[in-house]
């Protein structure tokens, strides 16, 4: 069964986190709109340091009594009479064995609850020290409940070993909201790099082409490649025209290197001549390429001098002539006769005026008038 898109979220994540330290709903803070979230990230850390600094010695005094309570006794206590966010407080202070032995003694849920109030660098020492299996499975409830800007959050404070239980239960619309918030870090990269084959498969398959062109524009290509390789050629073909459609020509130029040969061809085939003659001159040219463009359709190479023609833009054209190997050259040039008189006449105008480089005149002079 398809899983549902993410709704998109109208209320920045970061006010809904300053909204749950003050007890309010995220509607009812107004001013915040078009703040960065690294500001408000400040802001909600100020926010913090001044609801608690009073009470500080008595959240350490809190987590020193736990020491004394058996820990299913704790577990109990704490769920019951300490609300979250000050269960959060307290939890910047345990011992991290103690908390180590607590995670296993209150609910998932109440967990949650904890991990949205955490400073993530108040709370590393601590943090560090739990177990994968339970932070896996409070990622899974923060993941219902879409909290992915706090999730991000704390990329930069979990073990390596921690990470990979969080993301390994991440829905492929979960990591398509995720990503665009996350800090990249070694540790990160290297739990991308070595996602499972199955979760692979999953955000290849699951996605739309629209959100697998999301998905792109988000990381770097070289965090892309596995995913890239188990998409169907049909599906790149979608997220090319998806891409085309929105101009992103600098972005998918950074993947020339990570694609397959028969991704490239499924991508530059649903080009039109201007996406050509715009991305042509951004790549970083290579034999798969000419290969690639070696083999375009006619039609095509009929709509690259149409397009070079009607627009004038005679620098992305002689760019993209001297990009052409020899034998895309000639089949441009062989196609020369079918445009219009109009057209030929400004085209060899332009090459008269050194305006299409010398490859393109030297063509040029052996076509028929």
Do not use: C
Request: no cysteine.
């Amino acid at each position: 069964m398809a899983v549902a898109k993410a709704p998109v979220q109208t209320i920045s994540p970061q006010v809904g986190r300053i909204a749950r330290l003050l007890r309010l709903d995220p509607g009812e803070i107004h001013g915040l709109d078009g703040v960065p979230d690294a500001d408000l990230r400040i802001l909600h850390d100020q926010i913090s340091r001044t609801l608690f600094a009073e009470g500080q010695k008595r959240f350490a005094r809190v987590a020193g009594l736990s020491k004394t309570i058996p820990g299913p006794l704790a577990g109990v206590l704490a769920e019951k009479f300490l609300p979250p966010v000050m269960a959060a407080r307290v939890s910047e202070n345990l011992d991290p064995a103690k908390a180590r032995d607590l995670i296993g003694r209150v609910s998932i849920a109440y967990l949650a609850e904890i991990a949205l109030a955490l400073d993530p660098v108040r709370s590393r020492p601590v943090v560090q020290k739990l177990p994968p299996e339970p932070i896996g499975k409070v990622a899974q409830e923060l993941f219902a409940r879409r909290e992915y800007a706090v999730m991000a959050e704390f990329v930069g404070t979990v073990t390596v070993d921690a990470l990979v239980a969080a993301l390994n239960v991440a829905t492929p619309h979960d990591l398509l909201a995720v990503v665009p918030l996350l800090e990249w870090n070694d540790n990160l990269d290297k739990v991308i790099a070595e996602l499972p084959e199955r979760q692979v498969a999953e955000i290849a398959t699951s996605l739309t082409a629209a959100e697998l062109a999301d998905l792109a524009m988000a990381l770097d290509p070289s965090r892309m490649g596995r995913i890239v390789a188990a998409v169907p050629l049909d599906t790149a073909a979608g997220i090319a025209e998806e891409l085309f459609s929105r101009s992103e020509y600098a972005g998918m130029a950074r993947f020339v290197d990570v694609v397959t040969e028969p991704i490239l061809h499924a991508a530059l085939g649903v080009a039109s001549a201007h996406d050509l003659l715009v991305i042509v001159p951004l790549l970083e040219w290579s034999d798969q390429i000419d290969r690639v463009v070696d083999t375009l359709p006619d039609a095509i190479l009929d709509g690259l001098f149409a397009e070079i023609a009607g627009g004038g833009d005679w620098d992305a054209a002689k760019v993209a002539f001297e990009r052409l190997s020899p034998t895309a050259q000639h089949r441009l040039f062989a196609r020369f006769g079918r445009l219009s008189k109009p057209n030929q006449k400004k085209i060899r105008a332009a090459a008269e005026a050194g305006e299409l480089g010398a490859a393109a005149t030297a063509l040029l002079a052996d076509t028929p008038m």
